[in-house]
């Protein structure tokens, strides 16, 4: 079955910049979206249709694709972002969703 | 504001049948595609399976095809989830999500709070 792989953790300090990568080999055919959930919330959407970023997300966030791979950059951490990040698409096909196994960014 | 808010989870044992509902406000509910989402304790998140704004095409993740059936009714702007021969392994806290228009995100840009449903003897 169709997976998506993502580092189980990152660690960054406050100010720097933190990159989380997903590999799936159908990202080059559908859109990757990115959540961030923290501890005992609901998952938030961060980046959307590969490198958009809905209303109120901070600019801090960034999406970006090459082949594929597709990246999450948030710049400036800061201690608030401290959360768990999913990488979502869909099969070739387009019917089913899958997510990453999730990152944990630890902020130092 | 836009909410949505999930209920009827609970304790039940293998084998056994629950249904969870969504409640929709603040947005035209049969405007939109939804999802159901879960996440079993300390694990990631699981696409369950999506339900077309009209209720005529559904999708459902190989784990749960033909034990769980999604629906909805958009006169009461609620969203279903149908659960039968439930397994220890379903365990977790379920969400419904909306899918963005296609003018949209199209990703799952609003969340329940989510329920939790525990299946054990």
């Known amino acids: 079955s169709y997976e998506l792989t993502q580092p189980p953790s990152v660690s960054v300090s406050p100010g720097q910049t933190a990159t989380i990568t997903c590999s799936g080999d159908?990202?080059?055919?559908?859109?990757s979206y990115w959540y961030q959930q923290k501890a005992g919330r609901a998952p938030v959407l961060v980046i959307y249709k590969d490198t958009e970023r809905p209303s109120g997300i901070p600019e801090r966030f960034s999406g970006s694709t090459s082949g594929t791979v597709v990246t999450l950059t948030i710049s400036g951490v800061q201690t608030e972002d401290e959360a768990d990040y999913y990488c979502?698409?869909?099969?070739?096909?387009?019917?089913?969703?899958?997510f990453g196994g999730g990152t944990r960014l630890t902020v130092l | 504001q836009v909410q949505l808010v999930e209920s009827g989870g609970g304790v039940v044992q293998p084998g056994g049948s629950l249904r969870l509902s969504c409640a929709a406000s603040g947005f035209t509910f049969s405007n939109y595609a939804m999802h159901w989402v879960r996440q079993a304790p300390g694990k990631g998140l699981k696409w369950v399976g999506v339900i077309s704004f009209d209720g005529s095409n559904k999708y459902y993740a190989d784990p749960v095809r033909g034990r769980f059936t999604i629906s909805r009714d958009n006169s009461k702007n609620t969203l279903f989830l149908q659960m039968n021969s439930l397994r220890g392994d379903d365990t977790a806290v379920y969400y419904c999500?909306?899918?963005?228009?296609?003018?949209?995100?199209?990703?799952?840009?609003?969340w329940g709070q989510g329920t939790t449903v525990i299946v054990s003897s």
């Open positions: 999500a909306r899918k963005g228009s296609s003018s949209g995100t199209l990703g799952m840009d609003v």
């Open positions: 979502q698409s869909a099969d070739r096909r387009g019917t089913s969703q899958i």
């Open positions: 159908a990202l080059p055919d559908q859109y």
